[in-house]
């Protein structure tokens, strides 16, 4: 099933949950919280202004975004657990800064001191 948000909603994937700590400790999933950092799936076409013109959305289909934890709505489409929310319900976009290769390290430069 194809599943077309309306107006200035988003469909959002929630990103999975870290089972450790930063110590190593493994949460169970009973005491996980849920994570507030998903993946835009589909955008609607945007909501219409006083004049009656269609204002698009910020956010695009494969979007990293964070949003607050109680906001949206759960549904379950085709198996795969969503989101959806208003855009003026997300607080912002995580940009992912391309990986760079790592330049090789430079010897520490030995200078000579006057005595």
């Known amino acids: 099933m194809k599943f077309r948000p309306l ?7 929630r990103l999975i949950a870290e089972e450790k700590t930063a110590g ?3 949460i169970p999933d009973t005491a996980q919280e849920k994570p507030m950092e998903g993946e835009v799936v589909a ?5 219409r202004n006083e004049q009656g013109l269609v204002v698009s959305l910020d956010v695009q289909v494969g979007d990293r975004v964070l949003f607050s934890k109680w906001s949206g709505t759960e549904v379950k489409i085709d198996g795969a657990e969503l989101v959806i929310m208003k855009e003026s319900d997300l607080l912002g976009v995580i940009a992912v800064a391309p990986t760079a290769p790592s330049a090789p390290a430079k010897p520490a430069s030995s200078a ?4």
Request: hydrophobic share 35%; no cysteine; aromatic share 0%.
């Open 24 to 26: 190593g400790i493994i």
């Open 7 to 13: 107006h200035d909603r988003v469909v959002i994937r």
């Open 43 to 47: 955008a609607g076409p945007g909501a």
């Open 112 to 115: 000579k001191r006057k005595s």
